[in-house]
C-alpha cells in the first residue's frame, strides 16, 4: 500500500533563517506531488505542484520553491523566511492518471519568529 | 475557471441525528468533486468522491454525497451523526488540466452528545 512521510512535524524558525521541509511517498510510481499551505485550520492554498521529475508549477509567487530531485521525493525550501510563511504545510501525492484523489501527509506546523 | 463554495463556516448538531454540510460548485465542463475529513494537526483523509453514475455516492465512515447538476451541489450528508464525526470538512473540484484540484473555504462540524 502506499504512504506519505512528512517531515519534521513541528518547525520553529527566525525570521531569515532558510528552510527545507521533505514529502516523501513509498509504493506508487510517478506520482503526482503537490505543496499547500493552510493558514488559521481553514483553506488550502496550493503552493506548488509536480507532475514528474524536474517538473515544478508554481501557482503563486512566494518566498517559496519547490524541487523534486527524485520520483518520489518533493521539498519546499526558502533561502530566507518571513513571518507571514508561518502556517500549517501539506504535502498531497495522487495517482498521475485517471480521476484519482490526492492523499495528504500530517502536514508540517511551521512557526516563523 | 473551477471553484467550490461552502456557505457555512461550522454546522452544529446532535448525536444521532441527521447532518449536511453543503458545497456548490463552478465548473467548465463535467464535474469531478471530492470530500475530505480533517482532524487537528493531521493531514486531510479522503472520504468520497464523484465522477460519473449515480447521484448518490457512498464513501468512508458512514458519509454519503448526493450530487445535483441543476442546483451545481454536492452536499455531504449522514444519516446518524457521532460525536467522533466532529471535524473539519472540505469538497473539492478537480481543475480540467487534471492535474489541480481547487478547495472549500471548509466547514466546521460539531456534534454534540
Known amino acids: 500500500s502506499q504512504t506519505i512521510h512528512q517531515w519534521p512535524a513541528t518547525l520553529v524558525q527566525p525570521v531569515g533563517s532558510p528552510l527545507s521541509l521533505e514529502c516523501t511517498v513509498e509504493?506508487?510510481?510517478?506520482?503526482?506531488l503537490y505543496w499547500y499551505r493552510q493558514a488559521a485550520g481553514r483553506g488550502l492554498q496550493l503552493l506548488f505542484y509536480?507532475?514528474?521529475?524536474?517538473?515544478i508549477s508554481s501557482e503563486v509567487p512566494q518566498n517559496l520553491s519547490a524541487s523534486r530531485p527524485q520520483d518520489r521525493q518533493f521539498i519546499l525550501s526558502s533561502k530566507k523566511l518571513l513571518l507571514s510563511d508561518s502556517g500549517f504545510y501539506l504535502c498531497?501525492?495522487?495517482?498521475?492518471?485517471?480521476?484519482?484523489?490526492?492523499?495528504f501527509g500530517d502536514g508540517t506546523r511551521l512557526s516563523i519568529l | 475557471a473551477q471553484s467550490v463554495a461552502q456557505p457555512e463556516d461550522q454546522v452544529n448538531v446532535a448525536e444521532g441525528n441527521p447532518l449536511t454540510v453543503k458545497c456548490t460548485y463552478s465548473v467548465s465542463g463535467n464535474p469531478y468533486l471530492f470530500w475530505y475529513v480533517q482532524y487537528p494537526n493531521r493531514g486531510l483523509q479522503f472520504l468520497l468522491k464523484?465522477?460519473?453514475?449515480?447521484?448518490l455516492v457512498k464513501g468512508s465512515y458512514g458519509f454519503e454525497a448526493e450530487f445535483n447538476k441543476s442546483q451545481t451541489s454536492f452536499h455531504l450528508k449522514k444519516p446518524s451523526a457521532l460525536v467522533s464525526d466532529s471535524a473539519l470538512y472540505f469538497c473539492a473540484v478537480r481543475d480540467n488540466n487534471f492535474n489541480k484540484f481547487y478547495f472549500g473555504s471548509g466547514t466546521k462540524l460539531n456534534v454534540k452528545p
Open positions: 464523484y465522477i460519473t453514475g449515480d447521484n
Open positions: 498531497a501525492w495522487r495517482e498521475g492518471a485517471g480521476n484519482q484523489p490526492q492523499h
Open positions: 509536480s507532475v514528474g521529475i524536474g517538473q
Open positions: 509504493g506508487t510510481s510517478n506520482p503526482n
